[in-house]
């Protein structure tokens, strides 16, 4: 649970915890793990919710 401001580097967002170089490595390792499947990553934030959207092509049966 996280109430206050999100800041963002890039499109990531940025840890408040006091190690930082402890944490905030999950997202990008989800990025890494969807691109080896062309996937892609989405996030997005409003006052309320923090979204994460993953996505990948379904292949097709030609494709199997």
Do not use: W
Request: charged share 15%; with cysteine; glycine share 10%.
């Amino acid at each position: 649970t996280y109430c206050g401001t999100v800041t963002f580097h890039g499109d990531l967002p940025v840890t408040s915890k006091s190690a930082p170089h402890r944490h905030g490595m999950g997202l990008s390792n989800i990025r890494k793990a969807a691109a080896g499947y062309q996937g892609i990553v989405k996030t997005s934030v409003d006052p309320e919710f923090f979204t994460l959207t993953l996505m990948f092509p379904i292949p097709s049966v030609e494709d199997t």
